[in-house]
């Protein structure tokens, strides 16, 4: 049995650095989908990808980007980082897009 | 815009009791509902689901019910356990998934 593993579990960045945060999908799990959790929030999309193509976005700026590989882990960048960015991000996989999903633990990214 | 409200931050509930929570939508579009329970530093675990052709749908002791006209969505926990203890997040999906603020459940031994 596999599940969503996410790396690094906690990471401390300074405003203006950029940031890569990883996610290991559960083997055939064709959708990935992150999310960002700011403290007493739900969790808010920011985008999903399908077979290695994003193809859904959620309402965050171009500095928000990633990758998905064929051997189903993701990526997700985030340049120019700002003290609002500051938040846990999750990764979420899928065998399609109205399945139940599998979350990662989460990345608890601070930005100082 | 919260499309999707959980109006009750937390709830405090005895052991062998009912628990409901409850969760509204604004977006008549929305086609399948899912409810996630979350513990201190995971991920949230995908509970039980229900689609918009449905208004109920039963897995052991969790029930979830859906009234469309009135834009509401419920979970029933019967008899709650202190293991429930968690917060719960409602979803809705149209085109993407939309998350609930959630709601502390704490059930009381």
């Known amino acids: 049995e596999t599940g969503v593993t996410q790396s690094p579990t906690h990471l401390i960045k300074t405003r203006g650095q950029q940031v890569t945060l990883r996610c290991s999908s559960q083997?055939?799990?064709?959708?990935v989908s992150w999310y960002q959790q700011a403290l007493g929030q739900g969790p808010q999309f920011i985008f999903q990808y399908y077979r290695e193509e994003e193809n859904g976005r959620g309402n965050f700026p171009p500095r928000f980007s990633g990758l998905q590989f064929p051997n189903y882990s993701s990526e997700l960048n985030v340049n120019a980082l700002e003290l609002d960015d500051s938040a846990l991000y999750l990764c979420a996989s899928s065998l399609t897009a109205n399945y139940g999903y599998t979350f990662g633990s989460g990345t608890r990214l601070t930005v100082v | 815009d919260q499309q999707v409200k959980q109006n009750s931050p937390s709830l405090s509930v005895q052991e062998g009791r009912i628990s409901i929570l409850n969760c509204d939508y604004t977006?008549?579009?929305?086609?399948?509902f899912l409810w996630y329970k979350k513990y201190p530093a995971e991920g949230p675990t995908f509970l039980i689901s229900?689609?918009?052709?449905?208004d109920k749908n039963e897995d052991g002791r969790f029930t979830v019910f859906l009234n469309k006209s009135a834009k509401h969505l419920s979970l029933h926990i019967v008899p709650s356990q202190p293991g429930d203890s968690a917060v719960y997040f409602c979803a809705a999906f149209g085109n993407q998934f939309y998350f609930g603020t959630g709601t502390s459940l704490t059930v009381i031994p």
């Open positions: 977006n008549s579009m929305f086609d399948y």
């Open positions: 229900i689609s918009s052709i449905k």
């Open positions: 083997s055939g799990h064709n959708t």
